[in-house]
């Protein structure tokens, strides 16, 4: 059976160039980037290479503003890790924001209103309680919600906070111009721009203070240590350079996909609401169905081979709720009914008919078994 993948929010594929920069750097130029040997200083130049390209994608004025890391996980938390005072982040931060946030027992969530974006005047009232950092994402992972984050970091500014963007759904699929912005730290992680798993970067503004996380030898000029994954580092360079010349193009295809399944689901099934703003990131799109299964619905979908992602996790017993879908207020009869469907340079327009045949089936038969009806 053809897996039809749209569940690109959660991991994308290595794309092919990628994959062939890579390869040397696993059995041929194995050498370790911080050596001086000549296969040592090929590989240095290589990971010099990608640390332009990233920071190029980016916009960031200078290359060695760019630490490569694990993925945008590690980058969140040693951005986190760095501020010993009073924080805020958004009530729709990814757990790699949320989580160490609320842990270390000085951050306080900044309310979203019901379409994901910012709700300002609470900001503004955080903002009296003088933070040192304010965290808020550019694009919400699981409804494609994008944030003002010029706004919010000029009101951060303003109130003496350094500001910190997990742009990692927003790679590529926006122009970033970092270096004009007022923004002092970004992450973004590889698999979600087909680089592979276990390679991200974060920038950190020239002078912006920086903890080091890990603590071993004087990699990554002392705010990173361990040993450069160079073929990750090749993949995410190549995979930047992809974006750079493709991003835009790729991020208008994919919007127009995204609107042509909101129109089909929207005329073939009933109630069913689209989730985040009306202009919304291109490639992630989070519908509800009303009193629908949604988790039923996704194991439905991926007994035809298709991939996409629930909203919540009821059969694992634990009743595990999105925190992003209870932030914009949805209620449980269509939090529950809640599947993520996200693009990628890859999806056809062939895959998307079939994703709608088989949504709308998908929908109507679990409806139908749970005597569904309205009101
Ligand atoms: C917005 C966002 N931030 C952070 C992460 C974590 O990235 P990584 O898997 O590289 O640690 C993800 C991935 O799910 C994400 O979507």
Redesign the pocket.
């Given at each position: 059976m053809k897996t039809l993948y749209f569940d690109n929010?959660?991991s994308t594929c290595v794309a092919p160039e990628a994959l062939d920069a890579m390869l040397p750097y696993f059995a041929e130029c194995y050498a370790n980037a911080s050596a001086l040997h000549s296969p040592a200083q090929r590989a240095k130049a290589a990971v010099e290479e990608a640390r332009e390209t990233v920071a190029e994608l980016i916009g960031a004025d200078d290359p060695s503003e760019i630490i490569f890391t694990?993925?945008?996980?590690?980058g969140?938390n040693q951005v986190l890790n760095t501020f010993s005072g009073r924080m805020l982040v958004s009530a729709i931060e990814?757990p790699?924001?949320a989580n160490p946030a609320e842990e270390s027992g000085r951050s306080q969530e900044i309310r979203v209103d019901s379409e994901g974006s910012l709700d300002y005047e609470h900001y503004s009232g955080l903002l009296k309680t003088r933070p040192e950092l304010v965290s808020v994402?550019l694009?919400?992972?699981e409804i494609g919600s994008v944030q003002d984050i010029d706004q919010i970091g000029t009101m951060a500014k303003e109130a003496g906070a350094l500001f910190h963007s997990?742009i990692?759904?927003g790679v590529g699929k926006t122009d970033l111009g970092l270096a004009g912005r007022p923004i002092d730290y970004a992450?973004l992680?590889?698999?979600?721009i087909h680089a592979p798993?276990g390679i991200?970067a974060l920038w950190a503004r020239s002078g912006a203070p920086l903890k080091r996380f890990m603590v071993g030898g004087t990699h990554e000029r002392m705010r990173r240590s361990g040993t450069l994954n160079v073929p990750g580092i090749v993949g995410l360079g190549v995979a930047a350079r992809l974006m750079i010349d493709r991003g835009k193009e790729e991020a208008a295809r994919m919007a127009v996909l995204r609107d042509r399944i909101i129109r089909e689901v929207s005329s073939n099934v009933s109630d069913v609401r689209v989730n985040g703003q009306a202009v919304n990131a291109p490639h992630i799109l989070s519908l509800s169905f009303y009193r629908t299964e949604g988790e039923s619905v996704i194991i439905n979908l991926d007994s035809q081979g298709i991939c996409c992602t629930a909203g919540s996790a009821c059969s694992s017993g634990m009743n595990l709720k999105s925190r992003v879908l209870t932030a914009i207020g949805l209620s449980d009869e269509w939090l529950r009914g809640t599947i993520r469907i996200s693009l990628s340079r890859y999806t056809t327009d062939t895959e998307v008919d079939e994703l709608i045949g088989a949504l709308t089936s998908s929908v109507a038969m679990v409806r139908s078994l749970a005597g569904y009806a309205t009101g």
């Open positions: 929010a959660a694990s993925g945008a996980t590690e969140n990814h790699s924001v994402m694009v919400n992972n997990d990692t759904q992450t992680s590889g698999h979600k798993k991200g």
